[in-house]
């Protein structure tokens, strides 16, 4: 597994990774993290294909499933230690 790219975003890490003829979108945020696996033969342009995947509206969606994952990790937590 190598990495190819990481992008630049204020709220993430998002780097972009390629392994098994399959890229992999990892997307971190803290000790959460997301991860998307595309095969390389269902993009037309590579890896520039990637990036366009990643446009506003999904990463404002990716966004609101971290603070769901971390409401539910919260919600687990309390109820293991408390």
Same mark, same amino acid.
């Given at each position: 597994?190598?990495?190819?790219? #990481?992008?630049?975003? *204020?709220d993430?890490?998002?780097? !972009? ?8 979108? =990892? !997307? %971190?945020?803290?000790?959460? #993290?997301?991860?998307? =696996?595309? *095969? #390389? ?15 506003? %509206?999904?990463?404002? =969606? ?5 603070? %769901?994952?971390?409401?539910?990790? =919260? #919600? ?7």
């Amino acid at each position: 597994m190598r990495i190819i790219a #990481e992008l630049p975003h *204020p709220d993430f890490k998002i780097s !972009i990774l390629n392994m098994n003829q399959k890229f992999i979108v =990892k !997307i %971190e945020q803290g000790a959460l #993290e997301q991860s998307y =696996k595309i *095969p #390389e033969m269902d993009l037309t342009d590579g890896v520039n294909s990637v990036f366009e995947l990643l446009d506003e %509206e999904f990463l404002k =969606k990716v966004g609101a499933r971290f603070t %769901e994952m971390r409401t539910d990790f =919260k #919600e687990s937590y309390y109820r293991y230690n408390y």
